[in-house]
């Protein structure tokens, strides 16, 4: 669009500051990269945003889904969005006349979801953003989200925090228990919260929440307790290996047991289990990336126990660099063969060749096939996002080993809300 055919008035796209929890969904999720970030806040270039609301779905807080009339030469720039604490109001009647404009009012933007696939001989990218469902299955329960914000949050006391990987290695990972007392705070598998950690940023602003998957199930770490549970590990490196002290990570994995911390959410509405009989759940995951997995492995063993409902076949993808940093390693081995399928991969183990999920998908293809098969089937995928393109490159190459049309099973799984991803 040159300059004499763009608009000029623009329904600006913005990111609450106040409610994100810089969780990174909107940047990934991106088609052409309009969103951006420095250590403080998330925004949006205007002149970069096409509003494809691409972004809107994922987002877990509703953060993203914010919206200003300015006069496209008076947009506010990401200079100014990063600087913010909080979202400018709409312009007023004066505020119009200094810009030369009279006040305008502009049909709100609205969400229609996609769930459609690329078609085949499409190109296309390998990534969550085209192939991951923004829908939760058919059968999920009813989630609840944003009870708690950062301006109102609750307190919950820390009730457990132990180790779940070996001493001595290098990812230092702990299981945290958070107990809400009286204060209701309904969670399902598959949600998140955020932990406001103490003290201030090096601006001498409050540190903003930092979000993590839910490790219990729907009824509580301990059965009929109103607590969840945190898998946590201690962040003490960034992505490029040099030394950081990960601010909320360390506060967590340091908690003393009667210790209290501020909580905020919950969040998330499509990324949850299937909760009818039969229904199958693949799950795919690296390191913390497990939490959601265990709280749905944990539902499924309850109910099995209980005898009151026929559920379908797990099965587990789990990667890590070695045994010993593998959280739960100990529980997982616990579980019997009939109930769950586990496949591990380890990357660094002395002596032995590099292997990672996608690799366990392509060798298990025959038995991942025909859960594919099955319509009755969900698939779950949570980790690192360098794991985003080869798992669903594996999903793609295990379909075709299988006989299905890789075109019409994807639109079929984002469709149905039955191929979620989550990776950070």
């Not at 609450?16 to 991106?30: F, K, L, M, S, V």
């Not at 309904?186 to 540190?207: F, T, Y």
Request: charge should be negative; hydrophobic fraction near 35%; include cysteine.
């Amino acid at each position: 669009m040159d300059m004499a055919t763009q608009p000029v008035v623009i329904k600006q796209h913005l990111i609450d500051p106040e409610i994100c929890i810089r969780c990174n969904t909107c940047e990934a999720t991106c088609p052409v990269g309009a969103i951006t970030h420095d250590e403080r806040n998330y925004v949006v270039k205007a002149d970069v945003c096409n509003a494809c609301m691409a972004c809107v779905p994922p987002c877990p807080t509703g953060a993203i889904d914010n919206w200003r009339t300015v006069p496209r030469a008076r947009a506010y720039s990401v200079e100014e969005q990063l600087g913010w604490d909080e979202l400018p109001p709409e312009l007023t009647p004066d505020q119009w006349g200094a810009e030369g404009f009279e006040p305008v009012e502009l049909e709100p933007v609205v969400h229609t979801p996609d769930t459609t696939a690329p078609q085949a001989g499409e190109e296309t990218e390998f990534t969550a953003a085209t192939y991951g469902s923004t829908v939760p299955p058919w059968s999920a329960a009813h989630a609840y989200t944003n009870l708690y914000g950062a301006k109102n949050p609750t307190t919950a006391t820390v009730v457990g925090n132990v180790r779940v990987n070996e001493e001595g290695t290098a990812n230092e990972t702990h299981h945290i228990v958070l107990d809400f007392g009286a204060m209701p705070f309904p969670v399902l598998e598959g949600q998140s919260i955020g932990i406001l950690p103490p003290g201030v940023d090096a601006q001498g602003r409050p540190h903003h929440a930092r979000q993590y998957s839910i490790a219990s199930p729907r009824n509580g770490e301990r059965p009929g307790y109103n607590n969840v549970s945190l898998t946590v590990k201690r962040v003490t490196q960034d992505h490029q290996g040099r030394p950081v002290r990960g601010v909320c990570s360390n506060y967590l994995c340091d908690l003393k047991v009667g210790e209290t911390v501020q909580v905020i959410g919950p969040f998330g509405t499509s990324f949850l289990m299937p909760n009818h009989p039969r229904s199958n759940i693949v799950m795919i995951c690296t390191g913390t990336g497990s939490a959601p997995m265990r709280a749905m492995t944990e539902w499924r063993r309850r109910l099995r126990k209980s005898g009151k409902f026929e559920g379908g076949k797990l099965m587990l993808f789990f990667g890590a660099r070695t045994k010993e940093e593998l959280p739960y390693f100990g529980p997982l081995m616990s579980l019997p063969k009939d109930f769950i399928d586990i496949n591990l991969a380890f990357s660094r183990t002395p002596g032995a060749p590099k292997r990672y999920v996608q690799d366990l998908m392509r060798e298990r293809a025959p038995d991942l096939g025909e859960l594919l098969k099955d319509p009755n089937t969900y698939i779950y995928v949570c980790g690192l996002k360098s794991m985003e393109t080869g798992v669903l490159l594996a999903l793609r190459d295990v379909a075709h080993a299988s006989g299905l049309p890789w075109d019409l099973l994807a639109g079929a799984l984002k469709r149905e809300g039955r191929l979620h991803l989550e990776t950070y």
